[in-house]
T-cell receptor, first 109, second 114 residues
Framework: RKEVEQDPGPFNVPEGATVAFNCTYS??????FFWYRQDCRKEPKLLMS???SGNEDGRFTAQLNRASQYISLLIRDSKLSDSATYLC??????????FGAGTQVVVTP | DADVTQTPRNRITKTGKRIMLECSQT?????MYWYRQDPGLGLRLIYY???????NKGEISDGYSVSRQAQAKFSLSLESAIPNQTALYFC?????????????FGPGTRLTVT
């Protein structure tokens, strides 16, 4: 079983709609959680960290559920430029990062 | 100028050849990482280094070796390349002093082993 699992998608989303997807992790001792964005085989870039109480950054909302060991990302008012692969990343106590395989989002006009 | 650079950006090599991928950073970070990315598998950690004298194996280190020549440089070597090492390779850095633990990635090296 992979340590970090994501639905690969693609999630096809009309422009202006809302899309949400989850990521599950297996290590209950995981310390930090992140969403990264990756465009077309380019380098991943940090989208946002995920805090225990949930957090928002503009149109993006991230949630953490430690009891069920998943994190989620919600994108409101989707833009064409949101089309990308979203990587779930989990950091263990020792500073090593585990990456999910990514969820592809395609925003259509 | 990019903060994390990788050379070469693309490389085609033959089975059995030794090759080296290089990573340099100007961010002053102490931690450096090498990952490979394959379709459907996400990024997998090959080696990581938390400072110049610290080298650790990741989940898929077999067939690879690394050298941390200085805080700013971290090289990945394939001693005898094989076709299943064809992948996209990323170097990344992070700063142990940053609470955010953000990783910063280089642009990647696309390696093809024929």
């Amino acid at each position: 079983r992979k340590e970090v699992e994501q639905d690969p998608g693609p999630f096809n989303v009309p422009e202006g709609a809302t899309v949400a997807f989850n990521c599950t992790y297996s290590n209950s001792a995981s310390q930090s959680f992140f969403w990264y964005r990756q465009d077309c085989r380019k380098e991943p870039k940090l989208l946002m960290s995920v805090y225990s109480s949930g957090n928002e950054d503009g149109r993006f909302t991230a949630q953490l559920n430690r009891a069920s060991q998943y994190i989620s990302l919600l994108i409101r008012d989707s833009k064409l430029s949101d089309s990308a692969t979203y990587l779930c990343v989990v950091n263990d106590f020792w500073g090593k990062f585990q990456f999910g395989a990514g969820t592809q989002v395609v925003v259509t006009p | 100028d990019a903060d994390v650079t990788q050379t070469p950006r693309n490389r085609i090599t033959k089975t059995g050849k030794r090759i080296m991928l290089e990573c340099s950073q100007t961010k002053g970070h102490d931690r450096m990482y090498w990952y490979r990315q394959d379709p459907g598998l996400g990024l997998r950690l090959i080696y990581y280094s938390f400072d110049v004298k610290d080298i650790n194996k990741g989940e898929i280190s077999d067939g690879y070796s690394v050298s941390r020549q200085a805080q700013a440089k971290f090289s990945l070597s394939l001693e005898s390349a094989i076709p299943n090492q064809t992948a996209l390779y990323f170097c990344a850095t992070s700063d142990s002093r940053e609470r955010s633990y953000e990783q910063y990635f280089g642009p990647g090296t696309r390696l093809t082993v024929t």
